[in-house]
């Protein structure tokens, strides 16, 4: 087992994939917005978007 670096947070849903996103100003000062008044970071905010988007698929 490697060793951890320090600081690492035990999860169990790791983040082991990182997606780059091209977007304009307008849409980047939305989203953090969203991230300042829900308390959340861009990637919480961004993976949030994606789940609610899925259930309304499901339905």
Do not use: H
């Not at 087992?1 to 035990?10: D, E, I, N, S």
């Not at 169990?12 to 994939?17: A, E, I, L, S």
């Amino acid at each position: 087992m490697a060793a951890m670096k320090k600081g690492t947070k035990l999860t169990d849903t790791p983040k082991d994939y990182m997606l780059r996103v091209r977007m304009d100003k307008q849409t980047l000062d939305m989203l953090d917005k969203v991230c300042e008044n829900k308390g959340l970071s861009r990637s919480e905010t961004v993976r949030n978007g994606i789940e609610e988007m899925y259930r309304r698929i499901k339905k």
